[in-house]
């Protein structure tokens, strides 16, 4: 078969900080120093943004080559990059402002605090076509929980487990509370006018959920679908694997959109789909693979783990005919393993300190950034 790519981008945050684990923030420093790196309101964290690109094999250098510069740029002040998607050894009490004079960042820590000082990976991915766009938009809300069930990555904060292993999709501050299952574009551009005629929303830009649509001029002009709810991924393969596990699922539905789009097939009203939805990210938050979940067709309780097996299975076909099967590798790994987060308690539980497991992450972050620049260039 043909392939059939759609074009994908990727929104990196990082933390950075001492090798020991505590944050420092540098973020204003980096912006000015180093092309393509902007800042956040609070500079212990900063962002990247990487070109659409439709290969897979063009995607993990693109990943990779901003965070070598990156890398060399805090090797000289003694600084690295640190894992995790809160303040897992930081000082969640302090706001540390990466530019003072900034109105807008006057309002985010007036309004919102250290609950935004985290860190994740947003993955888009190019759809043109809006009734494609609102159909893929349906789907991906509906299961959004599962990709962030396979990503979680933030189980600790001010050096203390918090009882959750995404801290991160708790403590942030979904904006506005309730976002419907959108029913097409018409219905998009005037809820988010609502939004905007009420306050509930400051600008555009302003719909922090889990997954959005995004474009060149929104709510009008849109080319792309934004998952939002992923803690960040440090390892690229794993995120290549979890993004293309988002890609086949989409190119099922698109294949048949009369079996997969939940407006079409579910049991449920598109607000008790949208209920069910949030629901199903607050119940990963919480227990990310251990989680019952509740399937979007009729609403029956469904365990994180079956529910993801029952995916993979579901795409592996098509995954197979354009090669796109071996990237998934890491999932079924995930899904044995456990995630980052499970990882890091399992030590825990063990006996390790906080302060120990997150050294150690910091340190095998490092080696595994190293290992693959080296394997890619003896390939090249």
Request: hydrophobic fraction near 40%; charged fraction near 25%.
């Amino acid at each position: 078969m043909t392939r059939e790519y759609l074009l994908k981008g990727f929104e990196v945050e990082l933390f950075t900080g001492l090798a020991t684990g505590e944050h420092v923030g540098v973020s204003a420093d980096v912006s000015k120093d180093l092309a393509g790196f902007v800042k956040e309101p609070d500079q212990r964290n900063l962002e990247y943004i990487t070109a659409p690109i439709r290969k897979y094999e063009c995607l993990k250098e693109a990943l990779l080559t901003p965070r070598r510069r990156l890398r060399e740029w805090l090797a000289v002040r003694q600084l690295t990059l640190l894992p995790g998607s809160t303040l897992s050894l930081g000082n969640s009490a302090q706001f540390e402002r990466s530019e003072p004079s900034n109105p807008y960042h006057d309002l985010i820590e007036a309004t919102y605090g250290t609950r935004v000082v985290t860190t994740s990976i947003h993955i888009n991915l190019g759809i043109a076509d809006l009734p494609r766009l609102f159909s893929a938009l349906r789907l991906v809300r509906c299961e959004a929980a599962l990709f962030l069930s396979l990503s979680a990555s933030s189980p600790f904060l001010d050096g203390r487990p918090t009882g959750a292993h995404s801290q991160r999709w708790l403590q942030f501050p979904l904006t506005p509370k309730k976002v419907p299952l959108f029913l097409n574009h018409a219905h998009y551009v005037h809820w988010l006018e609502d939004q905007l005629a009420n306050g509930s929303m400051w600008n555009e830009r302003h719909l922090w959920t889990s997954v959005r649509p995004n474009g060149p001029s929104r709510p009008h002009d849109l080319n792309r679908l934004e998952l939002r709810i992923c803690d960040c991924i440090t390892n690229c393969d794993l995120l290549l694997a979890i993004t293309a596990l988002l890609e086949l699922r989409l190119l099922k539905l698109f294949q048949d959109p009369d079996q997969l789009d939940p407006l079409k097939v579910s049991r449920l009203s598109a607000v008790e789909l949208a209920d069910l939805s949030d629901m199903n990210d607050s119940a990963a938050a919480q227990d990310s693979l251990d989680a019952t979940l509740h399937s979007w067709l009729d609403g029956k309780p469904i365990l994180c783990r079956e529910w993801l097996y029952n995916l993979l299975e579901n795409v592996t076909p098509l995954a197979k005919d354009i090669e796109m099967f071996h990237l998934l590798a890491p999932i079924q790994s995930v899904l044995d393993q456990g995630n980052q987060a499970m990882k890091w308690l399992k030590k825990h539980s063990l006996g390790d300190s906080v302060e120990d497991v997150v050294q150690e992450s910091i340190a095998e972050m490092e080696v595994e950034e190293i290992a693959t620049t080296k394997s890619e260039a003896i390939l090249g």
